[in-house]
């Protein structure tokens, strides 16, 4: 009687066992499934008073996202949530989170209401002309030891600058938007991505043959944006400043939609500073400054840029730094607009084309520049380029502060190598000041700034015969005078 009790006994307890081992398996099942990842904290419209907010999970699950005030209590903002959409594999959640009160720093955290993220933090702007923030461009990683390069670079720049409110990336996340690359973007500056406000531009390699990548990592007001599919163009004011993001995929370069979208946007602000962010660049000696799409982009966006009064441009995509004089009409001029090509935080490099000087880019609007690769040009001395400095071989990144009438930009350069007792090597290369009086500024347009979706697909065609025009009669002659160099660099170098 005794041992048939026992055995029960057993037989309950071992039933317990099991069940609550299975429980704990499915319930950690489950949690790895609703796990978010690749979160990001976009700024989305009103940067005083909303955020746009996206992650991923495994499993088709609930979003919900939490706020929480410097005094740790849930804080009452309205989030608009977005319907959850499956996307290569996964499931890709968006919120806008608004009605924040302006100058706060806020921690957040998202889920499906059980399984949560770990807590992030941003901060609101408070108004004042008075800010700093950080610039990055080109990571552009195939793998996880270069992503972990370039995130590094991003903790250099916030270990030199920490009261940045907010980092711009100034696009080419990676390098084949594959979700093995974003996994590793996120897991690599999943730290940086938790402290702060991203600013994200979408870059040609972000989203290959895959349409509508940019648009899915990141929750952006794409409101006025003149089509969404490898990219967003989107505005904001931030202090003192009005800040455009230009998507240069449309149509290779720029749309005339797009570019109508930016004048218009210029203009319809009396903020002190107007900053511009897009990814390829106009100005340039690298070696994707040789396509018709950079050629295009003095013709057809620095000309747009002069008539609405820019004070400076940063972008990417030709994987070294180079900042020019104020240009104006494509000549040097004190009104004008000063282009930054703001270096790459990542490890691929690019020399310099010297073939490029004079035929795409007059070497007299060069007023700084740092090629961040060993065994070419190192940086400009006004005169030449064929120097050699070992502590420009690194990751670049730009510090950006705005004080009123004072818009100061410095440039960095982590070197890949610590010193010798393991310290980090950060560089100063480029520091430059612009200056301005105050309320001086006039909005000159008002109104609706929305482009159609027949707006848009009428301007194609004249968009595409602009550009082609602009190919063949400018572009392709000087084209042709450089070939015999090209064909050079690709028989000495083995590149193109
Ligand atoms: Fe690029």
Same mark, same amino acid.
């Given at each position: ?12 307890? $071992? ?12 319930? +950690?099942?489950? /949690? ?5 990842? =690749? ?6 419209? &009103? +940067? ?5 907010? $996206? ?53 957040? =955290? ?17 108004? *004042? ?26 903790? +250099? /720049? ?27 973007? *996120? ?29 899915? !990592? ?22 003192? /400043? ?21 004048? %218009?946007? !210029? ?10 962010? !897009? ?9 994707? /400054? ?17 008539? $609405?009064?820019? #004070?400076?441009?940063?972008?990417? @995509?030709? @994987? ?14 004190? #009104? ?12 691929? =490099?690019?020399?310099? =084309?010297?073939?490029? +000087? ?8 060069? #007023? ?5 690769? @060993? ?14 400095? &070992? ?7 730009? $510090? ?18 610590? &010193?010798? %007792? ?26 609706? %700034? ?47």
């Amino acid at each position: 009687m005794k041992k048939n009790f026992l055995k029960v006994i057993s037989v309950i307890l $071992c039933f317990a066992v099991l069940s609550t081992s299975f429980m704990f398996m499915a319930f +950690a099942e489950d /949690a790895a499934e609703n796990a978010p990842f =690749r979160i990001s904290v976009a700024m989305n419209g &009103d +940067a005083s008073s909303s955020r746009g907010f $996206c992650w991923y999970t495994k499993a088709n699950t609930e979003s919900k996202v939490e706020i929480y005030g410097a005094d740790g209590q849930l804080v009452n903002a309205t989030v608009d949530y977005e319907d959850v959409i499956e996307w290569e594999g996964n499931f890709c959640h968006q919120a806008v989170v608004s009605g924040l009160e302006a100058g706060k720093t806020y921690s957040y =955290r998202v889920g499906n209401g059980t399984t949560f993220s770990e807590l992030g933090e941003f901060v609101t702007d408070n108004g *004042d002309s008075k800010f700093e923030f950080i610039a990055i461009a080109d990571v552009q990683a195939g793998n996880e030891e270069n992503f972990l390069k370039g995130a590094k670079v991003l903790d +250099a /720049a916030f270990e030199t600058m920490p009261g940045a409110e907010f980092v711009v990336n100034l696009g080419d996340f990676t390098d084949d938007s594959t979700n093995e690359e974003w996994d590793w973007y *996120d897991s690599s500056f999943r730290k940086a991505n938790a402290s702060t406000t991203l600013v994200p531009i979408a870059g040609n390699h972000d989203g290959l043959g895959v349409e509508y990548w940019f648009n899915n !990592m990141f929750c952006l007001d794409t409101s006025e944006s003149v089509q969404v599919k490898d990219g967003v163009n989107y505005s904001f004011d931030y202090g003192n /400043a009005h800040i455009a993001v230009l998507n240069t995929n449309d149509l290779l370069a720029t749309s005339n939609a797009q570019l109508k979208w930016l004048k %218009n946007d !210029m203009n319809s602000t009396d903020k002190d500073w107007k900053i511009v962010f !897009m990814h390829k660049s106009p100005y340039s000696l690298g070696k994707d /400054a040789k396509w018709p799409d950079a050629l295009y982009l003095q013709e057809s966006l620095a000309k747009t840029l002069d008539k $609405c009064d820019v #004070d400076i441009v940063m972008s990417g @995509h030709d @994987h070294m730094y180079l900042r020019t004089k104020a240009l104006k009409n494509n000549k040097v001029a004190d #009104d004008g607009t000063v282009y930054v090509l703001a270096g790459t935080a990542g490890a691929k =490099r690019y020399e310099v =084309r010297s073939f490029l +000087a004079d035929h795409y880019l007059d070497t007299d609007f060069i #007023d700084a520049m740092t090629v961040q690769k @060993h065994g070419y040009a190192n940086y400009w001395d006004g005169e030449d380029w064929d120097q050699s400095k &070992d502590t420009n071989i690194g990751g670049c990144f730009n $510090c950006v502060s705005v004080d009123g009438g004072n818009l100061t930009v410095t440039a960095y350069i982590l070197a890949d190598e610590p &010193d010798a %007792n393991g310290n980090p090597v950060i560089t100063a290369i480029d520091t430059y000041t612009l200056t301005k009086e105050t309320g001086k500024n006039v909005a000159t347009f008002e109104g609706d %700034n929305t482009t159609s979706e027949f707006e848009y697909i009428l301007g194609v065609v004249p968009s595409f015969i602009r550009l082609a025009i602009y190919a063949f009669t400018n572009w392709l002659p000087k084209f042709l005078i450089m070939l015999p160099d090209m064909l050079d660099v690709v028989i000495n170098e083995g590149t193109f």
